[in-house]
Structures are given as C-alpha cells and as structure tokens.
C-alpha cells in the first residue's frame, strides 16, 4: 500500500475522517475525493487516472486481501509505464500517495462523488446501489462505468434517480481520451452538467449519450469483434492474419482479436448477451466459439490466454 505523505495535509488520512477530525466536506462544486467501488482493471485504471489529476482516491474492496492486492497490481502497472518512459518515478509516487484501499464499504461516504466498478451485473450494481444509498450523503453522485446495461434500471434501486449517472471509460482508461456521459431516463440535468466538468478535470473528450442497449462504442464494436471471432471459428484466416488484415487495411492500431482479449472474454460475452436480450438482433449472439473459450478460463490477457497467450508481466496492463 502506498505510503502516507505526511508532509501533504491534503492528502485523505481516513482514520481522520471517520473520527470527524477533518470537519465538514469541502465545495460539492469542486470534486477533491473520488470514491470507487471494485479494484479489478477498470476500477484501478479509474483510480490512477482521478489520482494522476490531483484528487484523491479511496478504493474500496470486498475485503482486505484484496484492498491490498489492487494496490499491488496497480503500482506494477504504473512500474510498466515507467518501463516505457510514460511516466516517471515522481509521478508514481504523487499518484500512489493519493490512493487509499479500504475494505469497508462505508468509507464510500468520504467520496464527493462515487464511481461503482464492479463485475457487469445488472442485479450486483442495483444492489451496491442501494447500499451506498444508504451510506451516502443525498447530494452525492452516483456513476456507474457499465458497459451496456440500463442506467434508468441500476438507479432505479436508489432513492436520487437524479443524480445516477453513467460514465463509460474505456480501457486502458489513462491513456484512452474519450469517455461516455450516458443519461438514465431520470438523471438530471445539474448531475450531467457536473459530471461533465468532472470529465473536463480528468482531461477527458465527453460524448453525451441518452441510454439505449450499448450506448455508442460497445454497441458499433461488438457485431465487428464477434464476425471476426466466427471468421476464426470458421477457419478462413488465422487470428494473427485476421488482426493483421484489420490494423494494416483499415489503419486499426489493434486487430480486433487483441482488443477482445484485452476487454476480457467473459466481459465481452456479457455486452453481446445484454445487447442481443434487449435488441434481439442476430448480429449481437456470442459466437459459438466465444461461448467455448470463456467456459474453458481462457478469458483472454487477465489469465494470460484467451485468442493469443501473453506473459506473466503482459497479463494485467492498465
């Protein structure tokens, strides 16, 4: 875990904050803490970006165990940019130093806003939902980073419709510069606008986007993934030709095998059944072989094998 800067008064000590030693929470119209809930890939990557622009992070875990781990994974994450000359050990430190694990799903009520990061489960996030309902202060924020799932249903487990949001990031969020503001049917105007400026503070290009079944990327790029994944299966091109074909003919800076294996198998089989439930489109059906793959573990870099095999240090990039 990263060690406290005690020559930074503010940097977030949470002993301090439980005990009321900080006093009343600063300007809601200046976002300073960010709270986020599961420290898989997305949540990580969400942590070093929000951190890496001066706010501090609170990053929150089912339990200890694995509060530490996250912070493991992400300084070898950052140790890999490092490696690269992305960032610089400085740099490191400074975003290490902004970043608290907990376990303790309670100290979400720290957060000016609080981003959920968890698995894509639509009853899982209503439920977190209507728990952090219950922890955190009325005004605050909630943002979900779904992928496809319905905004309007996630806030729906809550008592402020109004101020549930969705800001899709997409990985690896530090470096990638979009994100999708998407509106549920009862989110509020003020929360988008709020948002919106949070977006700005992250350096990030917002699109805004009223719901529907996979927003804007998850919906255009998932039936182009899912024809090369039946291209493969049907035995026309190897994975590597079919990468190669899509990134030297259309100028890709990744063939869209690679890009499954890095959203992850099991992810991506669960945008296509969200999108084919709710649009009952053929192109949207998880081909067969994707189907196999993810019943068989390889669920692409995170394990280390999904369309490709990756390295031990090459399995969890943020």
């Known amino acids: 875990m990263a060690e406290k800067n005690k020559n930074n008064d503010d940097v977030l000590d949470l002993e301090m904050l439980r005990q009321g030693e900080l006093g009343e929470m600063e300007d809601r119209e200046i976002v300073k803490r960010v709270a986020v809930i599961g420290a898989g890939t997305m949540g990580r990557g969400i942590s070093q970006l929000v951190a890496s622009k001066g706010m501090e992070v609170i990053l929150i875990e089912k339990d200890e165990e694995m509060a530490q781990k996250s912070m493991e994974l992400l300084e070898q994450s950052i140790d890999e940019e490092i490696a690269r000359w992305t960032l610089t050990k400085s740099e490191k430190k400074a975003i290490l130093s902004r970043i608290k694990a907990s376990a303790n799903i309670n100290d979400a009520i720290y957060g000016d806003v609080v981003i959920e990061a968890i698995s894509e489960n639509l009853e899982a996030?209503?439920?977190?939902?209507?728990?952090?309902?219950?922890?955190?202060?009325?005004?605050?924020?909630?943002?979900?980073?779904?992928?496809?799932?319905?905004?309007?249903e996630i806030a729906s487990a809550t008592n402020r419709q109004d101020k549930v949001i969705g800001m899709h990031f997409l990985n690896p969020v530090p470096k990638i510069p979009l994100v999708e503001i998407v509106r549920g049917l009862k989110t509020s105007d003020e929360t988008y606008e709020f948002i919106r400026k949070f977006a700005e503070m992250l350096d990030k290009t917002a699109v805004e986007v009223f719901e529907y079944p996979g927003y804007i990327t998850t919906r255009v790029i998932v039936p182009m993934i899912n024809e090369a994944i039946h291209i493969l299966m049907e035995g026309v091109a190897t994975a590597e030709h079919i990468d190669t074909a899509m990134k030297l003919g259309y100028n890709f800076p990744k063939g869209?095998?690679?890009l499954a294996d890095q959203i992850g198998l099991d992810e991506l089989m669960a945008w296509m059944e969200t999108l084919f439930r709710e649009l009952g489109e053929s192109k949207y059906r998880p081909c067969p072989l994707?189907?196999?793959?993810?019943r068989a573990g390889h669920l692409g870099r995170k394990t280390g094998k999904g369309f490709f095999e990756y390295p031990q240090n090459q399995q969890n990039p943020i």
């Open 290 to 294: 994707l189907r196999k793959l993810v």
């Open 256 to 258: 869209p095998l690679a």
């Open 125 to 152: 996030k209503k439920e977190l939902l209507r728990k952090l309902d219950e922890i955190c202060d009325p005004d605050t924020i909630f943002i979900t980073n779904t992928s496809a799932l319905s905004i309007t």
